[in-house]
């Protein structure tokens, strides 16, 4: 596996992601996991913000404590189901700026079309955090990098539940410079590029729009 592509491994995430994945799911019940898990992986994608200190006084005594450096933060979810992992980021990193990123698939050509797009005015100076639930072909993922980096964005990562080898492999051909966070690993697209055994449309899964 290469080091940019990060599968966490975790009993908790294993557990949920099995709730998931599962067709009989309330909505209501697979948009709370969505934002679990979001946290869960947010924690791993998350552990190279860099440190400082700072003097504080506990009950005890005085001492230099850790604390964030205080680098800029976003995280920018591609519209829709992109959506349902944001909340669990900000329960993480309650500061961080949020941009939005409006794309959908041709259903014909399977190619990504953009249809919004709304950033912070500063995030060129921001690590960006890409989130989306599946990464299936890597043609949204790679066009959402793609527009981050035409903003002047230059540590990004992606963010993702269930991603199949055929989007990672395209993440790393067109971006070997962005690490990849992912739940799970599944074993590759059926015919209508959706991801197996993957859970399904994400989107119409956290809002019951099926």
């Known amino acids: 596996m290469n080091e940019k592509v990060h599968v966490v491994n975790h009993p908790l995430l294993s557990h949920k992601l099995t709730i998931l994945r599962d067709k009989n799911t309330s909505t209501k019940d697979f948009r709370e996991l969505v934002s679990e898990i979001g946290m869960l992986l947010t ?6 913000l860099p440190l400082t200190t700072k003097e504080i006084e506990t009950p005890i005594c005085k001492m230099e404590a850790p604390t964030l450096k205080g680098k800029k933060f976003a995280v920018v979810p591609i519209l829709r189901a992109g959506l349902g992992l944001v909340d669990g980021v900000l329960r993480m990193v309650p500061s961080a700026r949020v941009g939005h990123l409006g794309m959908y698939r041709n259903e014909e050509t399977m190619e990504p079309v953009q249809y919004f797009c709304k950033m912070p005015r500063d995030v060129a100076e921001r690590d960006v955090l890409i989130v989306d639930p599946m990464l299936a072909t890597g043609g949204s993922a790679n066009a959402a ?9 230059h540590n990004i990562k992606l963010m993702v539940l269930v991603a199949a080898p055929q989007g990672i492999e395209a993440i790393q051909r067109s971006h070997p410079d962005v690490d990849i966070y992912c739940g799970a690993l599944d074993e590759g697209l059926n015919a209508a590029s959706y991801i197996v055994p993957g859970l399904g449309d994400a989107g119409d899964r956290i809002f019951g729009t099926k």
């Open 43 to 48: 924690y791993e994608a998350t552990r190279d």
């Open 145 to 153: 990098i793609d527009i981050m980096k035409g903003y002047g964005c």
